[in-house]
């Protein structure tokens, strides 16, 4: 069985200001780790994924997170964040076994002028 | 090209009635996945169709409800003696194959709401 903690629910900040969501996971078997982002009204987006390799992985956006195997952990980071950025955060695993997704309880970034 | 579109975007329904929600895949991508997000959850597998077979229901609730996907495309969710507790938004989601990492493009949902 897999799970995903996402610890913030919500997390305000300010233009142009670094932020860092952040996940934890626990699986018995090999992850693969995403996160995906909800604009109101609008359908998940993919906005990075791990799958092996390089354990700091860059997307779309600026985005960019960091694998951590011994921590559990894939924390979403944006040095500069944006009022458009504002949005519902889902961490994400799935494994080989059929590729069905586990998604953290998801976090509100609500970035402020 | 297209993206993964479902129909109807919004349900409304009485308690006891039998709904159907719909979803039409990217072209070409075999898996097909159904989730449900509750109000201020993430979403929740509830089964996942390589091809024309359910390859997986383990997340279906209960018996009320019931996915197909005849041709190995459209699928349709089938949720029978709808409860006010089955209101959420239902997401369909479709990749080229079910095997681990492969990108999964999402709909944008069917909201069910059971009065």
């Known amino acids: 069985a897999q799970s995903v903690t996402q610890l913030d629910s919500q997390v305000p900040v300010f233009e142009e200001a670094p932020v860092e969501l952040r996940c934890n996971y626990s699986?018995?078997?090999?992850?693969?780790l995403f996160w995906y982002v909800q604009y109101p009204n609008q359908g998940l987006q993919l906005l990075l994924k791990y799958l092996s390799g390089s354990t700091l992985v860059k997307g779309i956006n600026g985005f960019e997170a960091e694998f951590n195997k011994s921590q559990t952990s894939f924390h979403l980071r944006k040095p500069s964040v944006h009022i458009s950025d504002t949005a519902e955060y889902f961490c994400?695993?799935?494994?080989?076994?059929?590729?069905?997704?586990?998604f953290g309880g998801g976090t509100r970034l609500m970035v402020k002028p | 090209g297209a993206g993964v579109s479902q129909t109807p975007s919004n349900k409304v329904t009485e308690k006891g009635k039998y709904v159907e929600l719909r979803c039409d895949p990217i072209?070409?991508?075999?898996?097909l996945y159904w989730y449900r997000q509750s109000l201020g959850q993430g979403p929740e597998f509830l089964i996942y169709?390589?091809?024309?077979?359910?390859?997986?229901d383990s997340g279906l609730p209960n018996d009320r409800f019931f996915a197909v996907r005849p041709e190995g495309s459209v699928s349709t969710l089938k949720i029978q003696r709808t409860e006010r507790g089955d209101s959420a938004v239902y997401l369909c989601?479709?990749?080229?194959?079910?095997?681990?990492?492969?990108?999964?493009?999402f709909g944008p949902g069917t909201r069910l709401t059971v009065l």
């Open positions: 994400a695993v799935s494994s080989n076994a059929g590729n069905m997704l586990t």
């Open positions: 072209s070409g991508h075999t898996a």
């Open positions: 699986s018995s078997v090999s992850v693969y």
């Open positions: 989601a479709s990749s080229q194959i079910g095997t681990g990492g492969n990108e999964q493009f």
């Open positions: 169709f390589q091809g024309t077979g359910a390859a997986d």
